[in-house]
């Protein structure tokens, strides 16, 4: 039987997009009379609003109508967030401005041109308040209050304890404690958010057409703040998505907001966000602050964690947050055998704009001060970090490996990896020319990072944000579900839908593969319809592009719905053959008896049979052949009443080294070589799966040396655009090798397990690891990124001045 699965296919999506031929969101038309809209934006950060004028807007010609809080507040209701703690949050602001970027009214008219004209008319005063953009800072007693019904800026706070931390603590040969600091920065999709939104008044219906990546939980949002049923509001996403990297996800505010104005002005209105809108306000990663004690024992066991995290979720906590700090929650101590771990998690409001899903969610802040303690605690112990790692790892008899949190690891040998990126990575050999450089001036350093790549998010791990006594007031939440159908016409044609929603990562290029194989037809027969309708495709709560969950997830629901046609084939041509099922395959467009090949039937007889002569069929068979599965991975339960979750259906692993040369005089960084190992179990088409990796490190790169959502005192974004916000380009990407480990996961039919995000969680930890190897003979540290040439100058020179002084 030929095997399509694992093969390096070219996309079958390029075709189009290579001829100019994708259909994305602006691309649509999907309603006549479509007008346009545009957003006026507060320019505080903390204000109140105390009128807004709209006299001279609504005298150019071509606007037909303009929308403020006032509508909004009585269309719509806040929208439903994962804490306990009351937040107003709506898709305009109401009667306060928390953020710069924020709404504060919407124009319509017969075109972007006009409706841009007519915001500038429009006059809105303000009354400014006091800004807090730290995340420390915000948490004082004294801190400007951003919603005052709260008395306070933390939205949600937790501790947690597994193990015997404290006996670890009190047995330990030292402890080392450290803080970090993870910057905010975003993704920067070369498309950005839009839609197009309808509400149809004779059928009480919404329907928007969005480059959103859900549906997932947020349409149950989204309906609930739209005081609608679910069938209320239909969402439809196009095939192709220019990018997101999860902050498309982010899009769903401007989806109800859309709404209700097609609504008030009784129109269907499109809108398509500009960069500088993007960069400003539309969703970013958290800034984070974290401090950890770490046990540790004179050989270099690390026996216990403290770990106190505090992320800034902007000046709203919206759906899905604060699950950035939950995300990683069952993997908290990475790839190390630590079995003792406290937790303190907090969740504080802040004048910067609001955060969500971004590629890694949660992985990145956790990974970067992990990742750096491991080379703390051997320079502390004068050993080499490798073999502290290796002294932690998780050995490779010990899968499924069960984590202090909750964690299930189902499969992998760490160790086996790790070694690989050594010998790669050169590693003894880079040691001797480095000290060799120093000799001359030259400051070379190596940098690992080991990091568990968690895939497919169980929907409960969400709900830790809630104490046990709050999740036990609602219903158990659980569960990684995606659907998927597959149909063959009367004339053999296949077709199959996914709910993934793409954007980018080559989904119908792998279910072909996987249909293909398990039909044993030609790919030219099937076409994979990626758009997705709410009202017509197969989906769950958990559906979307998110968490990697396609290998682990999606690509299982394809191919079980694949196997039910395939089952209903067999059973026809064991009845018309007279084999028994089990004696029979299918391969090449035939099904053979396995013991006498010469017996066989065309499967273009058997499709035939289904649609054209129904009475052919075995008794009580239904006609057609049109399959729907849903597969789910057992292993993604709710959370335990002790807090624990395994808030993840597979765990990968990654392994990273990387060299670099640190310029003294300018603080310069330059990654000589980058090796990154990745075992992501079965690999469903290693092609697909490099590209994935290298858009992961691109984006972890950037935020390990350029990019940084900064903000003034006053909560001004100071890097607006790409003048000032630094995203790095193919000339800045390092020379980087790929190599793969498979050990397949147990879990799902492929033994596949997610991958793309990875590189985003490990780059800037290995990163950091190797710029601070380098310079290690100048005894400067540094524990925050990104890791700009200025930064790390003014560290060094701090240092030496520090030096020259005590001189």
């Not at 990145?364 to 605690?377: D, K, T, V």
């Not at 395939?566 to 099922?581: C, H, S, W």
């Not at 960084?669 to 690999?683: P, Q, S």
Request: aromatic content about 8%.
């Amino acid at each position: 039987m030929s095997s399509k699965i694992g093969e390096s296919k070219k996309r079958v999506e390029d075709a189009r997009l290579m001829a100019g031929e994708g259909t994305y969101i602006d691309d649509l038309h999907p309603f006549g009379n479509l007008h346009h809209a545009a957003i006026l934006r507060s320019p505080y950060s903390h204000a109140k609003i105390k009128n807004i004028h709209t006299d001279e807007a609504f005298k150019i010609k071509g606007v037909i109508g303009i929308v403020t809080g006032k509508e909004v507040a009585e269309l719509s209701q806040p929208f439903p967030v994962g804490v306990s703690e009351p937040i107003e949050y709506y898709s305009l602001a109401i009667d306060k401005v928390r953020f710069v970027g924020e709404g504060v009214a919407v124009v319509v008219a017969k075109d972007r041109y006009i409706a841009e004209d007519a915001l500038d008319k429009i006059k809105v005063e303000y009354e400014t308040l006091d800004t807090v953009v730290d995340i420390e800072k915000a948490m004082d007693h004294d801190a400007p209050i951003l919603h005052e019904n709260l008395k306070t800026n933390v939205v949600n706070h937790r501790f947690f304890d597994y193990g015997e931390t404290n006996k670890a603590f009190e047995e330990a040969d030292m402890v080392i404690s450290r803080k970090f600091k993870f910057p905010k920065y975003s993704a920067t999709p070369v498309e950005n958010y839009g839609m197009i939104a309808d509400f149809k008044e004779s059928e009480e219906q919404y329907t928007v057409w969005s480059n959103f990546h859900g549906p997932f939980t947020l349409h149950s949002v989204m309906s609930a703040a739209l005081k609608v049923s679910g069938h209320q509001l239909r969402l439809q996403i196009p095939k192709d998505i220019g990018g997101s990297y999860g902050i498309k996800s982010g899009s769903y505010p401007y989806i109800v907001l859309m709404s209700i104005v097609s609504r008030v002005v009784g129109v269907p209105v499109k809108w398509i966000e500009d960069r500088q809108e993007n960069l400003l306000a539309s969703s970013s990663g958290t800034d984070r602050v974290t401090w950890i004690d770490a046990a540790v024992k004179q050989d270099g066991t690390v026996t216990g964690l403290r770990m106190k995290m505090a992320d800034n979720v902007g000046g709203y906590i919206r759906a899905p947050e604060p699950a950035n700090l939950y995300r990683t929650h069952s993997n908290t101590t990475g790839a190390y055998d630590i079995k003792n771990l406290q937790m303190e998690t907090i969740a504080v409001m802040t004048n910067k704009s609001p955060t969500g899903l971004i590629r890694g969610y949660g992985g990145p802040q956790l990974y970067f001060p992990l990742e750096r303690m491991m080379e703390i605690i051997a320079r502390k112990l004068n050993m080499d970090p490798a073999d502290l790692i290796k002294k932690n790892l998780i050995p490779a008899n010990s899968f499924p490996y069960h984590t202090a949190s909750g964690g299930t690891y189902d499969s992998g040998n760490y160790q086996g990896a790790l070694n690989k990126a050594l010998e790669l990575v050169d590693y003894d050999n880079f040691r001797k020319r480095q000290k060799e450089a120093l000799k001359n001036g030259k400051y070379l350093g190596v940098g690992l990072a080991c990091i568990v790549e968690p895939s497919g998010s169980n929907m409960g791990y969400v709900t830790i944000a809630l104490t046990p006594e709050e999740r036990a007031q609602g219903l158990p939440k659980s569960g990684s579900a995606e659907g998927a159908t597959v149909s063959i016409d009367p004339k053999g044609s296949v077709n199959v839908r996914i709910s993934t929603v793409p954007t980018g990562q080559g989904h119908e290029t792998v279910a072909t593969q996987i249909v293909s194989e398990v039909l044993g037809v030609d790919d030219s027969l099937i076409k994979v319809h990626a758009e997705m309708d709410t009202g017509t495709s197969p989906w769950s709560v958990a559906s979307g592009s998110y968490s990697s969950r396609f290998a682990p997830i999606g690509s299982s629901a394809v191919y079980e719905a694949a196997k039910k046609v395939r089952n209903k084939l067999l059973k026809i041509a064991e009845y018309q053959l007279d084999v028994p099922i089990k004696n029979l395959i299918a391969d090449e467009g035939r099904v053979f008896d396995k013991n006498n090949i010469d017996k066989s039937i065309s499967m273009k007889r058997l499709i035939g049979t289904a649609h054209w002569n129904t009475e052919a069929l075995p008794n009580g068979m239904e006609a057609g052949i049109h399959e729907t599965a849903f597969y789910n991975i057992e292993s993604a339960k709710a959370p335990n009443e002790d807090d624990t979750v395994n808030g993840s259906a597979t765990h990968g692993f990654v392994v990273d080294a990387v060299t670099v040369e640190v310029d003294e005089e300018t603080g310069e960084v330059k990654i000589l070589d980058y090796i990154t190992v990745h075992d992501a179990g079965k690999l469903l088409n290693p092609k697909i799966a490099d590209g994935q990796i290298l858009g992961g490190l691109a984006h972890g790169f950037g935020g390990a040396m350029f990019e940084e959502l900064v903000y003034d005192d006053k909560g001004q974004l100071l890097t607006g655009s790409f003048m000032d916000y630094l995203c790095p380009t193919s000339t800045e990407m390092p020379k980087i090798t790929i190599n793969h480990q498979e050990t397949p996961s147990p879990l799902t039919p492929l033994g596949a397990k997610g991958l793309g995000e990875g590189n985003t969680m490990s780059a800037p930890a290995v990163i950091s690891n190797a710029v601070n190897d380098a310079l290690k003979p100048l005894d400067v540290v540094i524990n925050k990124l990104p890791l700009a040439p200025n930064m790390i100058w003014k560290k060094i020179n701090e240092k030496k001045q520090l030096i020259e002084g005590e001189v």
